[in-house]
């Protein structure tokens, strides 16, 4: 499975963005998605994922309330919207897809999509 991220982009405090990740292969409707992220200097970390029915998804605590996972199977792509982003958020995000919802189960990863957070 091969994995395209866009969407990025500069944007001031408060601001919004859709993430996109669009995954070419057969069996898209049959992985768990998720979001990453690696600010500079600084280690990736979880973001959001979704089954592959997209009836459950799971946040990291620094994002939920602000940040929405979804997916289109019809599509092959998976969202993250981002509202009332923060500086903190600036990061190259990454999306993911797994054979389940464990993080140690998301194998094949997209380029990653920079977005930057202005004060």
């Known amino acids: 499975v091969q994995l395209q991220a866009s969407g990025g982009g500069l944007v001031q405090a408060g601001g919004s963005l859709r993430l996109s990740c669009a995954v070419s292969g057969r069996t898209f409707n049959s992985y768990a998605m998720g979001w990453f992220r690696q600010a500079p200097g600084k280690e990736r970390e979880f973001v959001a994922k979704i089954t592959w029915s997209g009836g459950s998804t799971s946040y990291a605590g620094s994002v939920k309330g602000r940040f929405t996972i979804s997916r289109d199977n019809a599509k092959n792509t998976v969202y993250l919207q981002i509202n009332n982003l923060k500086p903190e958020d600036t990061a190259v995000y990454y999306c993911?897809?797994?054979?389940?919802?464990?993080?140690?189960?998301?194998?094949?990863w997209g380029q990653g999509t920079l977005v930057t957070v202005s004060r």
């Open positions: 993911a897809a797994g054979s389940s919802l464990r993080l140690a189960d998301f194998g094949s």
